[in-house]
């Protein structure tokens, strides 16, 4: 791929991380074909070693075989067939470099949440005010879609990283799911005062405090049922473990029996919130559609300029402009 | 009710505390007299103002009237409308009292959680080796029954508290689910090497070293979808913050869809294990038929003497003989 293609309208160019994911490449390669055969407009920069990606090229029409391009990086082979942490994460760093470097619209990994994160922050620079992204992931509730964040990207955040992904979270959903005035609640086990951990005690005096972007208002303490039924609050915040287990949890529930609304079920693919690009998380065990949908996630964001509203919300200026209040 | 009064055979005698809960009195009013209606072996020592339990006796046949004895504890009406925290506690400190004194043969409380471990704590002694109390609750998986704890009592737990949980928690599937040599995952959010928070780095090693009762084995790390798929552990070992968002996300999915397995639900109520007595503890939002489903729980887990046979095989010596290579 020629760092000059410029993209065409509607045009979206997906850097795909081949070895990402429990079951990489295989699936990855089945992802990849999946969305290219489904999106006429989508081109992949494939990134990992050259039999997968041959492996793609092979499986598609010769007239799609034009809009991917390769990218070899991160060797898994016959000679080399333990993964080596570093060169499988190389594949995600390279995938990054591609978007910095502007060969790419966005980034698409199953790989290592600690890796794409890093490289991610690394590659493509993290907002002002901005020290620890967030992993954001939808769910479908009796009311409609439901925003968690973290789900895995901040494990250990204290209550001024929970603070900044509420920001995040708020910005997400008036952007990406056109909610108005969001509610943005905090994830605990108990709503009587003193219910939760250290963390879960000191935060909601910050929280209620904040500045939230997009008209969002915090509504206060919410509970696990409060994620299915969605009847508390529109964007739900908490700790990169507890977001994740909760997360796999319901995704996996939905998935063997049926989710609480009636719409199509969201990706079960995850937007890094607060770097400098758009950059998609599957889970490690995403299967083919999974990667599919999260190849199609990343192109639907970037044909909205979905990351550079969410940044622009999430401005010092810009919260101070629409909240005369200022950053109290 | 009289401290001399021997319980017959197939008799339970729970005390059940009426200002436990975010709906108290009235739900747990309804779920006494569910439970009572429901199991003609039934005693009920209901603990709480006069006023609502007079509401269980009048609304009770007269032939039932003789099960139900009171309590009066833990004032809240006309004249006091707020509910007084440590009012509010003296119901469950009361009716562990009574358990402890040998006028019931368990506690059901939908209260505060802390309160009703603290009080049990007290009142009823903790297990030698047992600083930390779990509550354990079951969910149902595609596979069958799947315990789940800590799921609310111990919020901050350090690696030695979830290795004690883990005995606990292999010891009730062995007794109350006829688990044999049950599998015991620790929860985390990735099983690569470095994943998840600090805990559960140091956590898995510890609980790889633990001699388990039971037959019971460590099956390694799990994520949130195993606690669904019920595929690679019975019994799944975590903190009580996790545990409890977890829990009552899957509770409430499975209550608003329907749960992944054919069989019934599993009550929406848990066990405190680590305590001289057998205390049931319902969710403070739980309903009358959650609150007449934990009083049924804990009817039965006394009436096949659960919670000794737990406490011998937990004792250090039981492993020690059980296990010839010793407490290692």
Same mark, same amino acid.
């Given at each position: ?13 997906? =850097? ?6 429990d ?17 006429? !407009? ?57 978007? =910095? ?9 199953a790989?290592n949440t600690g890796?794409t994160v890093?490289?991610?922050?690394? @590659? ?8 620890r992204p967030a992993l954001a992931a939808v769910l ?7 925003i968690l964040l973290d789900v895995g990207a901040c494990v250990d955040p204290?209550?001024?990283?929970? !603070?900044?992904h =509420? ?20 994830l ?16 909601? @005096? ?18 696990g049922?409060?994620v ?8 739900v915040v908490t700790d990169g473990f507890t977001g994740n287990v909760l997360l796999k949890g319901l995704e996996t529930a ?14 079960r693919a995850a937007i890094l ?8 998380v599957c889970h490690g065990a995403a ?22 509203? +969410?940044?622009?919300? +999430? ?11 200022? @950053?109290?």
């Amino acid at each position: 791929m020629s760092a000059d293609a410029a993209p065409e309208s509607g045009t979206a160019r997906i =850097a795909v991380d081949l070895l990402g994911g429990d079951h990489a490449p295989a699936v990855v390669v089945d992802g990849a074909l999946r969305a290219c055969q489904a999106d006429p !407009a989508l081109q992949l920069l494939l990134v990992g070693p050259v039999e997968a990606s041959d492996a793609v090229l092979g499986a598609l029409d010769p007239a799609d075989r034009a809009r991917v391009h390769t990218l070899p990086a991160g060797l898994r082979g016959p000679d080399n067939p333990e993964p080596d942490v570093n060169r499988v994460e190389s594949g995600v760093r390279a995938a990054v470099l591609a978007v =910095a470097q502007g060969h790419a619209d966005a980034v698409v990994s199953a790989g290592n949440t600690g890796a794409t994160v890093s490289s991610s922050a690394l @590659g493509l620079g993290r907002w002002p005010g901005v020290r620890r992204p967030a992993l954001a992931a939808v769910l479908p509730t009796a009311a409609g879609r439901l925003i968690l964040l973290d789900v895995g990207a901040c494990v250990d955040p204290d209550e001024k990283t929970l !603070a900044v992904h =509420a920001r995040l979270g708020a910005a997400y959903a008036s952007v990406v799911h056109d909610l108005a005035a969001p509610r943005v609640g905090l994830l605990t086990i108990g709503t009587e005062r003193g219910k939760g951990d250290r963390l879960r005690r000191v935060a909601p @005096g910050v929280l209620a405090a904040l500045d939230l972007p997009a008209g969002a208002r915090y509504a206060g303490l919410v509970e696990g049922d409060d994620v299915v039924t969605g009847v508390r609050a529109d964007v739900v915040v908490t700790d990169g473990f507890t977001g994740n287990v909760l997360l796999k949890g319901l995704e996996t529930a939905y998935a063997l029996v049926r989710p609480p609304s009636t719409g199509e079920m969201p990706p079960r693919a995850a937007i890094l919130l607060g770097v400098g690009g758009t950059v998609v998380v599957c889970h490690g065990a995403a299967t083919g559609d999974d990667v599919a949908d999260g190849i199609a996630l990343a192109a639907a964001l970037h044909r909205r300029a979905a990351v550079p509203a +969410i940044a622009d919300l +999430i401005q010092p200026q810009a919260a101070a402009q629409e909240n005369p209040r200022g @950053g109290s």
